[in-house]
C-alpha cells in the first residue's frame, strides 16, 4: 500500500510534468492526498484526466460568479478547485452558486473540502445524482460511496451551509441536567484549596 507521503509526491511531480507550475503542483499534491485519505479513487481520475489534457483543452475559469458556464470546452477541475479556495470568502457571500460542464468533478472535492475549513462552514455539493457534505476539512459524507464517480458534471451546485446545532434545546437541556450530577459543590475546603488561594501580597 502507498503511503500518503508517496501519494502526494507523486502526484506534485506528475502535476508539474502535466504543465501546471510547482505552486499549482504542489496544491493538486495535497488535494489528492486528501481525497485518497478520505477514501476517494483520487490517483486513478487524476490519471484519466491528465490522458485526456493531453487531447483536450479544457477551459481554466478565473472569476466565479453565482452562475458559471463554459464556453463550449469542459471546465478544468484543478484551476477550479484553486481559485475557488483562493475566492471562496466572496463566494461565501452569495450562499450558493454553480458550475457547468466540469471535468472529472472528484478532482474538485477536496479543493472545497479545504475551503470549508478555511470559512468554518459546511458545504453541500450535488451534481446528477452525486450529493456530498463537506465537513470542515474533516470528513465528506457521500451518497455515492463505493459507486463510480462520473468523468463530466454537467452542473455542479456549491450551497454554504449555516452552522447549526444537530440536536433541539429540549434535547440539550435534559443531557445538561443530567451532567449536572456530576458537579461537585463548592465548599470552604475548596475554596481555600482552589488556585490563588492563600497567596500573600509582597509588594
Known sequence: MKSLSE???TAKRASRAAGYSWGLAEEVGKSIRLSELFGFPAIKHLNQYYQNKKKENFEEIK????????DGSSFC???????????????????????ENVAYPLLLLSFLSRASEIIGKKLLISFDD??????FNLSISSNIW?????????????????????????????LYKLAEDTFVEETDSLK????????TDND
Open 146 to 174: 463505493n459507486k463510480e464517480m462520473p468523468k463530466l458534471a454537467k452542473k455542479i451546485e456549491i450551497s454554504f451551509l449555516n452552522n447549526e446545532d444537530n440536536f433541539s434545546d429540549q434535547d440539550w437541556k435534559s
Open 7 to 9: 501519494i502526494e509526491t
Open 192 to 199: 481555600e484549596g482552589a488556585a490563588g488561594a492563600g497567596l
Open 77 to 99: 477541475p484543478i484551476m477550479l478547485g484553486v481559485n475557488f479556495i483562493d475566492q471562496v470568502k466572496n463566494i461565501e457571500t452569495l450562499k450558493k452558486c454553480s458550475v
Open 130 to 135: 452525486c450529493k456530498f457534505l463537506l465537513n
Open 63 to 70: 472569476l466565479i460568479n453565482n452562475i458559471n458556464k463554459s
